[in-house]
């Protein structure tokens, strides 16, 4: 699970691909995170998800290229069991999201991570996101002390964000760059270390152009 | 597009759904009449579908025989009005639709009945599920659509659905489901749409009962027949969907929604409308079955990948040529009748279950190997104490054993600490 796929297209340098499973309830916001993640934008007219969606977008770490295949899975209970279980296959990282203005999402985090489990992706680098913190009054919101004791107690670090807010995007970046980077880390093998020319923890950061993107199969849902 | 207090075009530039495909072609989709709508009881005022293509005779010929039926429709019988709705061009229109439609199930006068007010079904367990899903179906809903008119429509779409769940209690709701009563609520309007959705939820040949069900078991088995009927009519395509393991999850917003989901031409959505409604309840995964195939190059051309072709499938583009695929898939009913292709299906699904098991023993065997690793190396931290544990004091050393213990587990959370220590550089987990 944590041994990247990499492409074998002859002739082509090969590409190292993450995959990562968005779970979470109904309208917690998934949908919105990943497009805002790969497109760089709030998703203002978001759909309900059926089964399963697909998004990426290439980054770099290092001087290394990496795809990010992000799962975008349908929040409704009766897609997940048998219906969505295909898509775990090969999966390398899990992102659980809930709505911090609605207090039964976070609750259900834990049928999630039971999921996960069962899957046996115990091990595999995952993280809490708590999303739509621009609603709402402080006092509406789920405590982040209170989310920060479930995070610690799965030992998964917790980002409050919002998929709305532009001045979020950075924050929104960090939850799956924090994830590629810690899949890059994990990976055996590896000669060329970031630290080399930008020093420790810096990263470049290239958001795919969508006009670039016409041959490099797609962008999508 | 003239539009006046909307809010639908703030969204327009920005592509629905993350779609990677092309933006859609919007002409195809605005408002053909530049009239102030306000009268939302009258569902055909709402003429957002394209005007018919008068310039083919054959269509212009079909309109005048349309006509005449419906100046007395108690003289046709349903075949006929089945013919009208399967040949080329379907209904032409929604002002035929939405009297045709309803004749096409079976509906009567008597069940046209008022609809219940909002606030009497707000209650039920399925109301927010329902409300969730139907705010977030405005891409549905005509470019320039007025804003009050758009809203007590969408009231109108969570009337129905939870009417219809109300009626039938051991129906279940799925995301999806809204996407089929828009479709009938726009064309023909929320007292006629009742009916007609209940037709198509409840009953033993009902097409949408067995999304309806507890689990989405039921509607899995039935989009496996897509594969077997690719296979029969292009052997070399269906392995190669096979290899990719690509799965059947691409075509299931198809299927659950009868392509309202999934199309972003109107016109193509309620042209497939007029045939699902007189066509045998599988016929939609026939229809899968002839895009697929209709796309074999597209599917050569593309990485054998499940992500890959997952994604290329999943976006339908915009002009598939549905008049020529509608009789593909009516030829492939003919010839692969579902009984005939029973035993494919379940050879499939053996082998589908075959792959979930070794998936499982796969993921056992790595656990075990796992704990094992973990367990070697906490032994290995424990030999390096023993000499300085047998000098301490009975309780120092329980303390130290606990210690010992405490730091197998931490290693075992935290493997990368011992084994990437190196490249602990990034953004820390
Ligand atoms: N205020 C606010 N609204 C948001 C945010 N993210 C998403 N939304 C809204 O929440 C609703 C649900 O968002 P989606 O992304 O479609 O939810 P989802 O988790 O993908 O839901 P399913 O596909 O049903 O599982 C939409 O109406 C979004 O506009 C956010 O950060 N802030
Ligand atoms: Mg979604």
């Given amino acids: ?221 | 597009m003239e539009s006046n207090n909307t809010d639908a075009d703030i969204g327009d530039k920005c592509n629905l759904n993350g779609d990677c495909s092309p933006t859609p072609n919007k002409q195809s989709f605005d408002l053909n009449n530049a009239k102030n709508i306000d009268d939302i009881s009258t569902p055909s005022e709402l003429k957002f579908d394209e005007e018919p293509d008068y310039e083919d005779p054959d269509v212009k010929e079909k309109k005048k025989d349309l006509e005449k039926c419906l100046e007395n429709p108690d003289c046709i019988n349903l075949e006929q009005w089945q013919n009208f709705a399967k040949s080329k061009a379907g209904l032409i229109s929604d002002d035929y639709r939405r009297k045709i439609w309803p004749l096409l199930v079976g509906v009567t006068q008597e069940e046209l009945t008022e609809p219940p007010s909002l606030d009497e079904l707000s209650t039920h367990i399925e109301y927010n599920q329902v409300v969730l899903d139907v705010n977030r179906s405005l891409k549905r809903f005509p470019p320039g659509i007025p804003y009050e008119q758009r809203v007590a429509l969408q009231d109108q779409l969570t009337v129905l659905i939870l009417r219809v769940i109300m009626k039938y209690p051991h129906l279940k709701y799925y995301q999806g489901y809204h996407d089929v009563a828009i479709t009938l609520l726009l064309v023909c309007g929320d007292r006629a749409s009742f009916p007609l959705l209940c037709r198509l939820s409840y009953g033993p040949c009902a097409p949408l009962a067995p999304f309806m069900q507890t689990t989405m078991q039921p509607t899995q088995h039935l989009l496996n027949y897509m594969l077997p009927v690719v296979s029969r009519a292009d052997r070399k395509l269906a392995e190669c969907l096979d290899k990719a393991q690509v799965g059947t999850m691409f075509a299931l917003p198809w299927y659950l929604t009868w392509f309202g989901h999934s199309l972003n031409k109107y016109t193509d959505v309620v042209r497939l409308y007029d045939y699902f409604l007189c066509a045998p309840p599988l016929f939609p995964v026939y229809v899968t079955a002839a895009i697929v195939l209709y796309r074999a190059d597209e599917v050569y051309a593309c990485e054998c990948d499940m992500a890959m072709l997952h994604c290329l499938l999943s976006r339908l583009p915009d002009d598939l040529p549905f008049e020529d695929i509608l009789v593909t898939a009516k030829t492939l009913y003919e010839n692969n009748d579902p009984t005939d292709l029973e035993p494919e299906v379940a050879a499939l699904e053996r082998r589908e279950e075959e792959q979930r098991r070794l998936d499982e023993e796969r993921m056992k065997r790595r656990q075990a190997a796992a704990r094992s690793r973990h367990t070697s190396l906490s032994a290995r931290l424990r030999r390096l104490v023993p000499a300085a544990l047998r000098r301490l004091p009975v309780s120092r050393r329980g303390a130290l054993a606990a210690a010992t213990v405490l730091l197998a587990v931490y290693v075992y959370y935290r493997p990368d600490l011992l084994y990437n220590r190196r490249r602990e550089n990034a953004l820390e987990l």
Avoid at chain 1, 113 to 139: F, I, W, Y
Avoid at chain 1, 147 to 160: I, N, S, T, V, W
Avoid at chain 1, 194 to 220: F, H, I, W
């Fill in chain 1, 1 to 221: 699970m944590s041994e990247a796929t990499t492409h074998q297209i002859p002739g082509l340098k090969q590409k190292k691909v993450f995959k990562i499973i968005v779970l979470g309830d109904s309208g917690v916001g998934k949908t919105c995170l990943t497009y805002r993640f790969c497109e760089g934008q709030f998703l203002d007219k978001s759909e309900a998800t059926i089964g399963v969606d697909f998004r990426e977008r290439n980054i770099k770490i290092g001087h290394e290229d990496i795809k990010l295949q992000l799962w975008d899975t349908a929040g409704q209970e009766r897609f997940r069991k048998s219906m969505v279980q295909h898509y775990y296959r090969n999966v390398h990282a899990v992102v659980i999201v809930y709505d911090v203005t609605k207090p039964e999402t976070f609750h259900s985090i834990a049928s999630w991570m039971q999921e996960v489990e069962s899957h046996g992706l115990m091990r595999a680098p995952r993280v809490l996101v708590g999303n739509k913190c621009d609603c709402g009054t402080p006092e509406s919101r789920l405590a982040t002390t209170y989310a920060q004791r479930l995070a610690d107690k799965y030992g998964m670090p917790l980002f409050e964000t919002s998929a709305l807010l532009d001045s979020e995007c950075d924050n929104v970046e960090s939850i799956f760059m924090t994830l590629a980077h810690k899949l890059y880390s994990k990976q055996p093998l590896r000669v060329v270390s970031v630290e080399g020319e930008l020093g420790p923890g810096v990263v470049t950061l290239g958001r795919q152009k969508r006009s670039a993107s016409s041959n490099d199969s797609c962008l999508c849902s």
